[in-house]
Structure formats: structure tokens, C-alpha cells
T-cell receptor, first 116, second 112 residues
Framework: GAGVSQSPSNKVTEKGKDVELRCDPI?????LYWYRQRLGQGLEFLIYFQGNSAPDKSGLPSDRFSAERTGESVSTLTIQRTQQEDSAVYLC??????????????FGPGTRLTVT | GENVEQHPSTLSVQEGDSAVIKCTYS??????FPWYKQELGKRPQLIIDIRSNVGEKKDQRIAVTLNKTAKHFSLHITETQPEDSAVYFCAANGASYDKVIFGPGTSLSVIP
């Protein structure tokens, strides 16, 4: 079946502009995660959605970052007033979550963001 | 919150030798420990995971061990092959069940 998809695959933007990144999780997956991965670095947790519970936003680096999820489907990550240090690959992942008893995260291909 | 450390950051082994990557975690409530492999330019993928009710789990050439008392767990790859070359991330879930915190990663190179 279809995996996690993300769009756009690449985004180049000027410093100060806003960007919106999209994630389509696997159908039926209640949990959705956003990570940031800078070049050659690890997976930095940003935000986590689980069903209809309030999202865990503890990883968002500043108030310029926000994310929304509609029910148990699409999620968008918005970065306002982008800075050069925001340049990274933004990865989305989904899992069956607690209800499904399977915590394996399936990652999307990522969005490579370059802020010039 | 949970903190996961991982060593070494880079590891080179000869093809056929074994590779061991070690991780420690801080939250004693953690009960789920997955390992992900990320090949160059690709997305991370789960290769093995272990839950706190077992001390060891094997899957062909890969094994993971867990010591809950010491709060550390390790990945063992035997008979390494060039296609094992990748970055490996360990993770632990803290008290939030299915939210995991990843370690910084280990870049493994298998030299033919």
C-alpha cells in the first residue's frame, strides 16, 4: 500500500519568507511525528500527534514553528520568517500508535528546505 | 524528559567482522527500544526493536540486548557486509509509550 508521502520534496526560500510543508500519513495510522535532520546530524524531534489528543509540541525550537493535523490525516508544518539555520531535511513519520500496539514509525521521504 | 546517548559516533569494520553500537537512556520508565537504519540519502527504517520484558532479541545477523538495571542497550551486527554501511539510530520511548527520542546516530562503514 501507499507509504508516507511528503510535499514538496525540495523547497528553496528566501530568508524571512514563510513555508508550509505537508505530510500524508499511512491510512489508519493514529500517530504522526515531525523531525528535523540537519546535514550529517541526527533526528531532532519537533512535534507529535496522537489521535485527538493535544499534540506534544515540546520539540518545536521556537514560536516560528507550528504544526496542525486534521483528524488522523494530513499534517502541515509551518515555519514563519525562515532563517538560514532552518535549512534541513524535515521528515514526517506515522505509526499505528498506542491503540494499534505497534510503535514502528514509517518515515516519509522528507522535504529538503534550503533558506537562502 | 528522556535523553539517549549513543557510542561510537563513527565505526569502521572489515567485512565479515562484528559491529557493536551502544546506547544509554535516562528515563527508567522507558519500555520500548527500537533501532533504525538510514542509508545515505534515504529515509530511516526500523530494523529491530526490543521491549523491556526481554533481555535479548535476534533477527538473523542482528541482535539487540537490553540491561534495564544499567539503562543501556546495544545493537550487534555479525558477519558484516558492505550493505550494512549506514547510519544507525537507537531510540527509547520514555514514559510516552509511542513517542521515542532518538540517539545522535552511529555512522557504520563496512570495508570490503
Amino acid at each position: 500500500g501507499a507509504g508516507v508521502s511528503q510535499s514538496p520534496s525540495n523547497k528553496v526560500t528566501e530568508k524571512g519568507k514563510d513555508v508550509e510543508l505537508r505530510c500524508d500519513p499511512i491510512s489508519g495510522h493514529t500517530a504522526l511525528y515531525w523531525y528535523r535532520q540537519r546535514l550529517g546530524q541526527g533526528l531532532e524531534f519537533l512535534i507529535y500527534f496522537q489521535g485527538n489528543s493535544a499534540p506534544d509540541k515540546s520539540g518545536l525550537p521556537s514560536d516560528r514553528f507550528s504544526a496542525e493535523r486534521t483528524g488522523e490525516s494530513v499534517s502541515t508544518l509551518t515555519i514563519q520568517r525562515t532563517q538560514q539555520e532552518d535549512s534541513a531535511v524535515y521528515l514526517c513519520a506515522s505509526s499505528l500508535g498506542i491503540a494499534g500496539g505497534n510503535y514502528e514509525q514509517y518515515f516519509g521521504p522528507g522535504t529538503r528546505l534550503t533558506v537562502t | 524528559g528522556e535523553n539517549v546517548e549513543q557510542h561510537p559516533s563513527t565505526l569502521s569494520v572489515q567485512e565479515g567482522d562484528s559491529a557493536v553500537i551502544k546506547c544509554t537512556y535516562s528515563d527508567s520508565a522507558s519500555n520500548y527500544f527500537p533501532w533504525y537504519k538510514q542509508e545515505l540519502g534515504k529515509r530511516p527504517q526500523l530494523i529491530i526493536d526490543i521491549r523491556s520484558n526481554v533481555g535479548e532479541k535476534k533477527d538473523q545477523r542482528i541482535a539487540v540486548t537490553l540491561n534495564k538495571t544499567a539503562k543501556h542497550f546495544s545493537l550487534h551486527i555479525t558477519e558484516t557486509q558492505p550493505e550494512d554501511s549506514a547510519v544507525y539510530f537507537c531510540a527509547a520511548n520514555g514514559a510516552s509509550y509511542d513517542k521515542v527520542i532518538f540517539g545522535p546516530g552511529t555512522s557504520l562503514s563496512v570495508i570490503p
